[in-house]
């Protein structure tokens, strides 16, 4: 019995060290691609045809007029609508449209407030509601809580020209809002979420699409069914992208970024959001979420450690380091403030907790609502 127990503590001790070695590889190579993804100078398009900019809100925000107002101030020759939606007519985000109305009196900005509920996913609901207000033949949808600077349009315009595209999509970088919960959370992009897709999509290891910008013509909206569709997906990005590609079109990913603020106030909403997020990419690609294993190296050296591994300290300090350098890479390519290291060590331990706990069960909490997601991806009320 016990040469069993030492045969399995070694073996598991092993498999710790090879997963630990390739996750630190990969931290470098990450590091190194990440300092290649340079964001462009502003760009004019060719034809500066109207936008229309779809936002749909939820809740009061911290600094979310300011977010907003960043859409109204872009350096475009063309007119930019901004119509923003809520499904509750006493939801706080209305201040902050209304004061942007009364600041920019020229400015076409719209207001939509409809309670009708016409789906699972509240968001697409909420966006299935404005886009009839759409006055222009390209669209732009945006998450309430994406930052961008007075370019913006005229960027992902350039891009949808120049490439061709059906649509554009950007990736995206961590803000924090304040608060310890929130730098973690926007560690959790920082230092896991943006590396992994920068790698992926240096390699043509996915095909992904981000709720942080979509920009696509009326036409290919309506091409694949419209908002509408999308009621009751969880991974509504996700969803649209490949409904895009499954048409025969193409869905290009500039070289620049946009920013995601982060504001989880407790350790309870940066749990929920993050198991949140962890189901909806299992449920997506079950087999390759399994191996995202590899990209914890620094909880696998503590597991290597604690099984008897040879030189374990070493080993320990290789993960933080390369970990370290990851982070500092993406801070110095997308110039934001340096965090702490111990913030890093906290969010990694945070971080495999939730990989783990991902596996055990289906359910997630989204905007005081509980779902459970469902084989085909699409979420149902829980309870």
């Known amino acids: 019995m016990i040469p069993n127990l030492h045969e399995s503590a070694h073996f598991v001790s ?14 470098l190579v990450a590091a190194m691609l990440i300092l290649r993804f340079e964001s462009p100078s502003a760009s004019q398009p060719s034809a500066s045809p109207a936008v229309t900019i779809l936002k749909p809100l939820h809740g009061g925000e911290p600094g979310l007029f300011p977010r ?6 872009q350096d475009y020759p063309q007119e930019v609508q901004l119509v923003c939606g809520t499904q509750l007519s006493g939801d706080k985000a209305i201040e902050a449209v209304r004061l942007l109305q009364r600041l920019h009196p020229n400015a076409p900005i719209d207001l939509v407030i409809d309670e009708r509920s016409r789906g699972t996913n509240r968001k697409m609901a909420n966006l299935a509601n404005m886009e009839s207000l759409a006055r222009h033949e390209l669209i732009v949808l945006s998450d309430s809580d994406i930052a961008v600077d007075n370019h913006f349009v005229s960027r992902i315009v350039a891009e949808l020209e120049g490439q061709k595209a059906a649509a554009v999509t950007c990736v995206y970088y961590g803000l924090a809002a304040g608060g310890i919960w929130a730098r973690a959370s926007a560690m959790d992009i920082n230092a896991q979420f943006l590396p992994n897709v920068i790698v992926a999509l240096t390699f043509g290891a996915a095909k992904p699409c981000f709720g942080s910008a979509i920009a696509m013509r009326k036409t290919t909206l309506r091409r694949i069914g419209g908002l509408r569709s999308y009621l009751d997906e969880l991974a509504d990005d996700y969803a649209i992208g490949k409904a895009i590609r499954a048409t025969g079109g193409n869905v290009v990913i500039p070289g620049f970024a946009v920013g995601h603020v982060c504001f989880e106030r407790s350790f309870r909403a940066f749990w929920d959001h993050h198991i949140r997020s962890a189901r909806t990419i299992r449920s997506i690609d079950p087999v390759g979420y399994v191996g995202i294993v590899f990209m914890h190296p620094l909880m696998l050296s503590l597991a290597a450690a604690m099984t008897g591994t040879s030189y374990p300290l070493a080993l320990l300090a290789l993960a933080l380091v390369s970990r370290l350098l990851l982070v500092s890479s993406v801070e110095r390519a997308f110039r934001l403030e340096r965090e702490s290291p111990w913030l890093l060590v906290l969010h990694d331990v945070m971080s495999f907790a939730v990989f783990v706990s991902s596996f055990f069960g289906r359910s997630v909490a989204w905007r005081d609502h509980s779902y459970r997601i ?10």
């Open 14 to 27: 092993e498999l710790c060290v090879a997963g630990a070695t390739l996750g630190i590889l990969y931290n």
């Open 68 to 73: 907003l107002a960043a859409f109204c101030n």
């Open 374 to 383: 469902l084989p085909d991806g699409t979420i149902e009320r829980d309870g």
